[in-house]
Structure formats: C-alpha cells, structure tokens
T-cell receptor, first 110, second 115 residues
Framework: KQEVTQIPAALSVPEGENLVLNCSFTDSAIYNLQWFRQDPGKGLTSLLL?????REQTSGRLNASLDKSSGRSTLYIAASQPGDSATYLCAVVGADGLTFGKGTHLIIQP | EPEVTQTPSHQVTQMGQEVILRCVPISNHLYFYWYRQILGQKVEFLVS????????KSEIFDDQFSVERPDGSNFTLKIRSTKLEDSAMYFCASNGQGTATDTQYFGPGTRLTVL
C-alpha cells in the first residue's frame, strides 16, 4: 500500500526566503504526482502536476521536481510571501488512486 | 474559471441520521470523486464514479455510503446512518478526461459534524 510522507510537518520562515518542502512515497509505480495548497477551512487548490515521465514542473515562483526511482519530490518556493502561508499537500496517483501526505503547514512571517 | 461547488458548507446531524452531501462538478468533466479529511488527518480517497457507476472505492466506503448522479449536474454522497467517526470534511473532485494523468479539481468541502 502506498504511503506518502511530508517533511517538515511545519515550517515558519521570514518573508523573502526561498524554501523547499519535501515529499516521499514508498511505491515508485505512480502515474503522476500533484502538489496542492489548502487554506484553513477551505478546499484543495492544485498547484502543479508532474507526470511520471517528467522530472520537474514550474509555475511562477513554484518549482516541483520528481525523482520517481528514489520516491521523492520537492516543492521549491522562491521569494516567499505572507500570502503563501497555507498547508501544502503532496499526492501521488497510482494503481489505488490518489494518496495524500499529511502536509506541511507553512507560515511566512511578514 | 469553472469550479467545483459543494453544499452545504457545514452540516450538523445527530448520530444515526441520514445525510446527503451535494456536489456540482465542472460541467464537461466525466470522472467524479469523494474524499474525506478527519480533523488533523490526511485526505483519504472514498470513491470514484464514471458513466453512472462506481469505478473504484476504498475500504472506508462501506455499505453505509452510497453515491449517485441524480441528474446531469449533481453528484451526491449519502451516509445512511451517521456515526460519530463520520465527522470530517468531505471533498468532491472531478476531472475532465478521467485518466490517471489528469488533474483533479476539488470543491471547497462540506464540514460534517455528527453529534
């Protein structure tokens, strides 16, 4: 059974810093990997989707990488802003559907 | 931009009562999903639905749960006899192509509280 782990569980950094969120998964037989953002009491917003054949995807200040063979993905956020404060979820799509990590709770201090 | 909508945003019910959670997926999407997130826990897959039938379901989705697409726009999740442990956020999602490689778009969720 697929297990997804995200490290760190929480992170607090000053505004303007670049930061990296980590995701690891146990079964490398995945179709794709998605990063989501979840604001308190709200739904999930898809940020980036990386197909299993890709190594990275970029959207604005966000860059996600995927190393399928080692079961790892990172989400890089450049020049962080207070509006980036949220919980970031990693999810992999495999044979048993979408499996989520528990998330990294990110706080950007103004 | 099209979005998935869910109603109600918050539902409070007594244990043993039936609840129906409603979702309106994005109009041209073909695959529909329900997930739940117990407070402080991971988002968990419940069920996927395509062509008017369940395509996959998790072990959480037992006989107390059912899904339906009663018309061309709504997608519902029914819990027949709610338990305290059913308290959670329930998210509906949809995707256009219904393939494993397509992005799923999530609704804002319904917070279910069972007393």
């Amino acid at each position: 059974k697929q297990e997804v782990t995200q490290i760190p569980a929480a992170l607090s950094v000053p505004e303007g810093e670049n930061l990296v969120l980590n995701c690891s998964f146990t079964d490398s037989a995945i179709y794709n990997l998605q990063w989501f953002r979840q604001d308190p009491g709200k739904g999930l917003t898809s940020l980036l989707l990386i197909q299993s054949s890709q190594r990275e995807q970029t959207s604005g200040r966000l860059n996600a990488s995927l190393d399928k063979s080692s079961g790892r993905s990172t989400l890089y956020i450049a020049a962080s802003q207070p509006g980036d404060s949220a919980t970031y979820l990693c999810a992999v799509v495999g044979a048993d559907g979408l499996t989520f990590g528990k998330g990294t709770h990110l706080i950007i201090q103004p | 931009e099209p979005e998935v909508t869910q109603t109600p945003s918050h539902q409070v019910t007594q244990m043993g009562q039936e609840v129906i959670l409603r979702c309106v997926p994005i109009s041209n999407h073909l695959y529909f999903y329900w997930y739940r997130q117990i407070l402080g826990q991971k988002v968990e897959f419940l069920v996927s639905f395509y062509n008017n039938e369940i395509s996959e379901k998790s072990e959480i989705f037992d006989d107390q749960f059912s899904v339906e697409r009663p018309d061309g726009s709504n997608f519902t999740l029914k819990i027949r006899s709610t338990k305290l442990e059913d308290s959670a956020m329930y998210f509906c999602a949809s995707n256009g192509q219904g393939t494993a490689t397509d992005t799923q778009y999530f609704g804002p969720g319904t917070r279910l509280t069972v007393l």
